[in-house]
């Protein structure tokens, strides 16, 4: 089942009640868009950005809630281990917050409605110590996920929105080699802002390479 994951994003006045603010995003993003959902029994792949989430192409396969007049906002996530494939490891996702807070953890196998301290105390969701850009600029984050097949020891990351500068970071880790088991060494060439280029050390290489480019 779909679990119901709905919350108020507020602040505490001076008499200590809670005024919730009204249209304030907040972004659910699975930690992976290679998984298939349960769509009331159609299996379908999560391939296509976001329309509503701009900006920003590494949160781009998620879904985005906008807060009411009260400042409540609700999302209903996929289950783990009944709604996601691959069912092993089970997918996680965050909930990224207006403030650049973020949350992750496993989907609940509960209907819901759960509040975020619901997630936190009993189901063991946990608030990361990063934080993405908030709120989410053009050109200001990007991330994903390169394969090598064993064909070239090259493989090419294109953004699809360029950076202002080239002086982003980029932050890279690759599996082991499933021919060897090993681990390999991958570098990368020709930062631009519109992309760069990974190396490995060897063109027989089979595996992939998070990363994750900042400005």
Not at 120 to 138: F, H, I, K, L, M
Not at 151 to 175: D, E
Request: charged share 15%; aromatic share 10%; net charge negative.
């Amino acid at each position: 089942m779909s679990c119901q994951i709905t919350d108020i994003i507020g602040y505490r006045n001076n008499l200590g009640v809670l005024v919730g603010t009204a249209n304030l995003n907040v972004i659910a993003v699975p930690d992976t868009s290679r998984s298939t959902y349960d769509y009331a029994g159609d299996w379908r792949p999560n391939v296509m950005f976001n329309p509503l989430i701009v900006g920003n192409p590494s949160l781009a396969h998620g879904q985005i809630a906008t807060t009411d007049v009260n400042g409540e906002w609700t999302h209903v996530l996929p289950n783990a281990s009944a709604e996601t494939h691959p069912v092993s490891p089970e997918q996680k996702w965050s909930l990224l917050f207006p403030d650049g807070s973020v949350l992750t953890g496993e989907v609940p196998a509960v209907a819901g409605p759960l509040t975020v301290d619901d997630l936190v105390q009993t189901y063991g969701w946990a608030w990361a110590s990063q934080q993405y850009v908030a709120p989410v600029t053009e050109g200001s984050l990007a991330g994903g996920i390169v394969s090598f097949t064993g064909a070239s020891n090259t493989a090419s990351v294109v953004f699809t929105t360029p950076f202002a500068t080239a002086n982003y970071r980029i932050w890279r880790c690759s599996s082991v080699d499933a021919n060897t088991g090993e681990p390999m060494d991958v570098s990368y060439t020709n930062k631009t802002t519109s992309g760069f280029d990974f190396v490995a050390k060897d063109a027989a290489y089979v595996g992939t390479v998070d990363w994750e480019a900042k400005l």
